[in-house]
């Protein structure tokens, strides 16, 4: 069997207000729910994946990056450290360059796009920063979902009894599209993509996560949030509008 090459993503170390050291698992979260996902929808352009275990072995193999020049290569590591356990790989494309401009997608790679991320409330996919990458055949690829659910700050509403009276509506009209890659009226033109991901199967995604990632662990009312909002936005239109 060939040997494949994986890009690993991990919790994350961070620091708050306070300077104060915290693992931040909100980013895995969000992009394991999101691959899961869009495979349940049998989406295109969307690179394989697979968990991949960090384990004492993993460390001691990245041990030499723990003193880098690097700051890059130091926070890698550090990220490494609270992140023993299951976290996402996403297959390595070679020979991948940068996407081109908009003006060279295809209708239908547009369409799928602009589906994917309106569901996903996907923040992350801007002109300067589109995160999508053309291999050597010319093949598009969709990567990066770590802001997808609008991570930063949607995990902390659904924990606010004050905010999640109607978890139906509260992100239904959330602006995902301030700095986008394509503009209102490629949005509000796009054909529908009836392709759905019933709730049980969103609800089960959803509680896998949270055994690997021990997010909500014990608040199954906030899965249950979290998964009517997916649920809602996948049918309407009003998503490419937000």
Known sequence: MMEKDYILKTRIKTFDSNDKAFTSSKELFAEIFSYLYLNALNASYIPKFCLL?????????????????????????ENLKVSKGLNLGVEFIP??????????????????????????MNTDRSTENPNILK???????????????????LFDDL?????????????????????????????KNIKHLCSKVDKVALNNIIQNICKITHLFESQSQEQEYLAQIIAKREQSKRIFNA
């Open 53 to 77: 275990e960090v384990n004492d072995e993993t460390l001691s193999l990245a041990q030499k990056f723990a003193n880098s020049q690097d700051e890059r290569e130091k926070q890698a590591y």
């Open 135 to 153: 291999d050597s055949n010319e093949k598009y690829w969709l990567i990066d979902f770590g802001l997808a659910l609008d991570s930063l700050y």
């Open 95 to 120: 020979n991948a360059s940068k996407s081109l401009p908009p003006r060279n997608f295809t209708q239908e790679f547009k369409r799928l796009t602009i589906h994917y991320d309106a569901r996903l």
């Open 159 to 187: 924990k606010s009894k004050t905010k999640m009276f109607n978890p139906n509506e509260i992100y239904f009209d959330k602006c995902c599209f301030k700095d986008y890659l394509f503009n209102e009226i490629e949005r």
